[in-house]
């Protein structure tokens, strides 16, 4: 629980969720704000990165940027879920999978470095598993950074910003996809990467500033840290209540993700996604409660989608295998 963490381990997590300081000794930078040594939080970091509470100290790189991504689901069968959450999970551009509570059980994100890379994949799913791969792909984020104070009175979290694209260059990819798999927990992190420090820096600053980037930090696994009761709440409304609703549910505390998806008519026909990220299911279902009573999203119907098990949480596949820009 996070309540039991080292109060040193605690403050990394809620000081350096975002704004990594973009200096040649990022770790030094962090040390002298909390009163310690360099080699102290680099340490700190290495040994919740092993023990599973941080996912890596890098970057999120908004979807569909500078590479193409989706979430998908699957509804399998319940003596089967260990055998398709294993095949879905050996494509190499699936980076997060969870098995959760709903008849369309097996949800997964998948990303590739373009569209073409990314159906494919998903038809490879398909193939290999008998099973149709619902395929929903974002259309608008309301907000998409999942940095929030683990400690503390919840907050709403501030609105997605809309990337400046003309910012993007064709060399940025190496650089996007390091940062999405992680830094090396090294004094001079960013020596490590495609180019020379001096200026992988300066593209972390301009990728960061351009939205590009949405969050710098340290990546935290909410759950390895108590926060397990996490659900996924889908949304049905009318397209012309979609904006309203979505913006309302994003600047809503507790609700730490929002975005709009496209639909599968007939067959799902939720277009609004929000997720809440709580310590118990009681907790998640008082935020829920709250959530449903806005204005915004009078009488629309919902389903809260808890997650039951991890099955990955990786970075975004944003080259092509063995590390190559695609």
């Known amino acids: 629980m996070v ?30 704000r909390l009163d310690v040594s360099e080699a102290e939080v680099i340490a700190r970091l290495a040994g919740m990165r092993a023990e599973g509470r941080i996912a890596r100290v890098g970057a999120t790189v908004r979807p569909n940027t500078a590479g193409a991504s989706t979430l998908a689901a699957m509804a399998v069968p319940e003596d089967r879920i260990e055998q398709v959450a294993q095949m879905v999970n050996t494509e190499a551009g699936v980076n997060h999978s969870y098995l959760r509570e ?7 994100v998948a990303t590739a470095p373009d569209p073409a890379a990314l159906q494919a994949s998903l038809d490879r799913i398909s193939a290999a598993t008998g099973l149709r791969v619902l395929d929903l792909r974002l259309v608008r984020p309301f907000n998409i950074d999942l940095g929030f104070a683990l400690r503390g009175t919840r907050r709403a979290l501030p609105p997605a910003r809309e990337p400046d694209l003309s910012v993007l260059r064709d060399d940025d990819r190496p650089l996007l996809h390091a940062l999405s798999q992680g830094l090396p927990l090294v004094p001079r992190p960013f020596a490590a990467l495609d180019r ?6 300066a593209r972390i600053a301009a990728l960061s500033a351009a939205g590009i980037l949405t969050r710098v930090g340290v990546i935290v696994r909410h759950r390895a840290v108590g926060w397990t009761a996490n659900a996924m709440v889908v949304w049905s409304l009318p397209g012309d209540r979609i904006a309203a ?37 009681a907790e ?4 829920l409660e709250r959530a449903a009573a806005l204005p915004d999203l009078a009488g629309a119907r919902h389903r809260a989608l808890f997650s039951l098990r991890c099955f990955r949480q990786t970075g975004a596949q944003l080259a092509a295998p063995g590390g190559k820009a695609a």
């Open 3 to 32: 309540a039991h963490l080292d109060p040193l381990d605690q403050r990394l997590l809620d000081e350096f969720q975002r704004d990594l300081p973009l200096v040649p000794r990022p770790f030094a930078a962090m040390a002298d």
């Open 245 to 281: 609703a979505g913006t309302a549910l994003s600047q809503h505390p507790g609700v730490t993700l929002c975005y709009q998806r496209r639909t599968v008519p007939g067959v799902w026909d939720y277009p609004l996604y929000s997720m809440i990220h709580a310590r118990s299911r």
């Open 102 to 108: 709903d008849a369309w059980n097996l949800w997964f």
């Open 196 to 201: 020379p420090e001096d200026q992988a820096i």
């Open 284 to 287: 998640a279902l008082a935020v």
